[in-house]
């Protein structure tokens, strides 16, 4: 074993033994390896061609995370995640960062910081064991999240639109049950449609505005039959949302319920997403529904619905009283070993969108999309 030379001089002194020190060193290097193993490298490389068509005026299309790309190839993002997961003990630790690479990078609204998770692990030996995330973190509430990967469809909902997306501060969960999950946090802010701001907001000298909320998750026991993979989701933020705005810088609340339901057709699944978003103050509040089927035909192909009414409230600028239906059709193919590729068409009809006409107006996209894991 390599030693430098003030060790070597202080053994020769008598000062420290050669064996304690190679000991010592040991124990080091076997620490380093022991986290070394449990380290994991992951991520995802997602392409896409998007094509906007019919009347464009008035529609959010919402084909990425910001606007819609027409007629146009894209390198949405490469996301990539070094980790290493907390262990079973008492004072289990853990941590993970996440970066973004790509045009959607702009997206996390982190004044050009490519970190989109980066969060420390710890557990604290309350009771089943209190499980805490302290650094940069998805919310606690929504059907989708912002990952590709993550979502049976490329495209996003009204509904994660008007949710917050990350936060910088604290969550913490615990399970009360087998089938019940609590979870809570403290934040900077609570932005929303995929933007997290990273700083804190004030209304004044050294009045810090955070955000809070709780969620709570409920799966169905294995007592209610086919109900049995049931789950229940009621989640609530209310902090500043960070805009620059003036008519929405005094904060929103959020208010989330979302199930997963299973049908008695087999292989068929159902969701349901309901979103409130209220602006604080007497401000605007907008709101949606969506109806999630997914449907496996084999092990390689799934077909996948949405269907959302949006109502507006101006918190998307799509224009005071602007409410929309909107219909996206998916289909999810898996060919090859670790890629995603899937093909979307999605229609927006939004109500009186066009300042000049009283008539409804309507977008349609398609896109097509691969997804590379690793």
């Known amino acids: 074993m390599k030693m430098n030379k003030w060790t070597v001089g202080l053994a020769a002194a008598g000062v420290v033994s050669l064996s304690s020190v190679a000991q010592a060193q040991e124990a080091a290097a076997n620490a380093v390896q022991t986290k070394l193993a449990t380290t994991s490298l992951s991520g995802y490389v997602s392409t896409s061609y998007n094509w906007v068509t019919g009347n464009n005026v008035g529609a959010n299309t919402n084909a990425r995370l910001g606007a819609a790309e027409n007629d146009a190839f894209s390198l949405d993002v490469v996301s990539v995640s070094l980790g290493s997961p907390m262990g079973s003990g008492e004072w289990a630790t853990g941590y993970n960062v996440q970066l973004w690479l790509g045009p959607d990078q702009a997206n996390l609204a982190n004044g050009g910081n490519e970190v989109k998770n980066a969060y420390v692990e710890l557990r604290v030996p309350v009771g089943s064991g209190l499980d805490l995330q302290v650094g940069r973190f998805d919310t606690i509430i929504g059907y989708e999240g912002i990952d590709y990967n993550s979502n049976p469809f490329y495209s996003h909902s009204y509904g994660f639109d008007i949710e917050p997306t990350l936060h910088t501060g604290i969550k913490a969960t615990y399970q009360l049950a087998d089938e019940v999950s609590v979870s809570a946090l403290i934040a900077n802010t609570a932005m929303s449609g995929g933007n997290a701001a990273n700083n804190p907001t004030t209304d004044g000298p050294g009045q810090s505005n955070k955000a809070y909320g709780i969620a709570a998750t409920i799966g169905a026991p294995d007592s209610f039959g086919a109900l049995a993979d049931a789950e229940l989701t009621i989640g609530y933020i209310n902090g500043n949302d960070d805009t620059g705005n003036t008519d929405k810088g005094h904060g929103a609340q959020n208010l989330y319920v979302g199930a997963s339901i299973p049908t008695p057709i087999e292989n068929l699944s159902a969701g349901i997403a309901w979103d409130v978003r209220k602006e604080a103050g007497g401000g605007t509040s907008d709101s ?46 898996s060919l090859w070993d670790g890629v995603t590729t899937r093909a979307e068409w999605r229609t927006t009809i939004t109500d009186n969108g066009n300042a000049s006409s009283t008539a409804d107006q309507s977008t349609s996209q398609i896109a097509l999309n691969v997804i590379y894991e690793f």
């Open 288 to 333: 949606s529904v969506g109806l999630y089927l997914a449907y496996k035909v084999n092990d390689q192909l799934t077909a996948n619905v949405r269907v959302e009414r949006y109502n507006d409230g101006d918190g998307l600028s799509m224009g005071p009283g602007d409410d929309a239906w909107d219909f996206t059709l998916g289909a999810n193919y």
